[in-house]
């Protein structure tokens, strides 16, 4: 008897982590779905996983150029002072999971050699363990997505199969706002077109049409100080 209540409730439990995790899941999804704004779509996102997880924070980084990776998001006590830093994308936990596309865990002393420490000395914090799994759209590795100081025990593969389907959503998530950008550009970049074609049927001012033409590049080309013709 005493076998079958274990049996029992053993096979409970496993059905409300999975409950638990399917509830999480499709809340993420949610988010997705429900927003554009990807800064806040990527904290939510993180978030739900810190719980899920049982972490003390989770970080998104994303491959800004060939030779960076910079944290966009993350939760915990040291998030405010991960936001906006860089990282050589070829060093650490991370660089590796770039390098081959696959998880990578951390969860002892053999393992510590491959964090990458100027992390911690930037923030106070110390990673004692740590999974990483890539983002990934479609067969593309466009970054990496960190947890880190497991409360209970070490990452096993079944967090390492909960963290990559949190990096499902968090990479169509980016894949959303990629596209919106693109799309919003292309409006932009239109509307610039029509209204240099406006102003070539309208006058035969050379300076007037060159100001429209130099003022819409302005707008078109980010990051720029000044545009001249």
Not at 18 to 33: D, F, H, K, P
Not at 54 to 72: K, Q, W, Y
Request: a negative charge; hydrophobic letters at 45%; charged letters at 20%.
């Amino acid at each position: 008897m005493d076998e079958l209540e274990s049996r029992v409730e053993e096979a409970s439990y496993e059905l409300a982590q999975s409950n638990t995790l399917i509830s999480a899941l499709s809340r993420m999804g949610q988010y997705v779905t429900a927003s554009l704004d990807l800064t806040e779509v990527l904290y939510r996102v993180i978030n739900e996983a810190q719980t899920l997880l049982g972490v003390d924070a989770i970080s998104v980084l994303l491959r800004e150029s060939p030779e960076e990776l910079t944290f966009v998001a993350a939760s915990g006590e040291s998030a405010g002072k991960l936001i906006n830093l860089r990282i050589p994308s070829s060093v650490g936990v991370a660089g590796k999971v770039m390098q081959t596309g696959q998880p990578v865990l951390v969860n002892d002393e053999a393992g510590h050699a491959l964090i990458y420490r100027d992390v911690d000395t930037a923030t106070g914090y110390h990673t004692e363990s740590l999974l990483a799994v890539p983002l990934k759209l479609k067969d593309e590795v466009i970054g990496v997505l960190e947890a880190v100081n497991r409360y209970y025990g070490a990452f096993t593969a079944e967090e390492v199969q909960v963290l990559e389907k949190v990096a499902n959503w968090a990479a169509i998530a980016i894949g959303n706002a990629q596209q919106y950008t693109m799309l919003e550009r292309r409006l932009k970049e239109n509307e610039a077109i029509t209204s240099i074609g406006q102003a070539l049927l309208q006058t035969l001012d050379r300076e007037a049409v060159l100001q429209i033409i130099v003022d819409s590049a302005h707008q078109l080309i980010p990051k720029v100080h000044r545009t001249v013709i």
